[in-house]
């Protein structure tokens, strides 16, 4: 069975950053295709970036600049740096495949950005 875990959330101050980290276990790890999402309030689970198929990052508008993806095959880990946050960037965040089919779900993270 395969297993992802995420962590790294916290409760920063606006303009603050994180770097949240996601260890996939049960299986051999790929960048391909892993991607971030998170839950923010009051919408649905979006996905924020992810690393495409030729090595290439891609993110959303809303977070070009701000946010960082990368990865360690060697340590089946995927990493997420934000920086600049924003309150809007409050939520739980999750990683997975963002193409083809999803593995379970992990817990999530919960980031906080105050105001």
Not at 81 to 105: H, I, S
Request: glycine residues 14%; aromatic residues 10%.
């Amino acid at each position: 069975q395969v297993r992802l875990e995420e962590s790294g959330g916290d409760l920063v101050q606006p303009g603050g950053s994180l770097r949240l980290s996601c260890v996939l276990s049960g299986s051999g790890f790929s960048s391909d295709r892993m991607g971030w999402f998170r839950n923010v309030p009051g919408n649905e689970r979006e996905l924020v970036g992810f690393i495409s198929s030729t090595g290439k990052v891609l993110y959303i508008d809303s977070v070009k600049g701000r946010f960082t993806i990368s990865s360690d095959d060697s340590k089946s880990t995927l990493y997420l740096q934000m920086d600049n946050l924003k309150p809007e960037d409050t939520g739980v965040y999750y990683c997975n495949k963002a193409r083809g089919e999803a593995f379970p779900w992990g817990p999530g993270t919960q980031v906080t950005v105050s105001s």
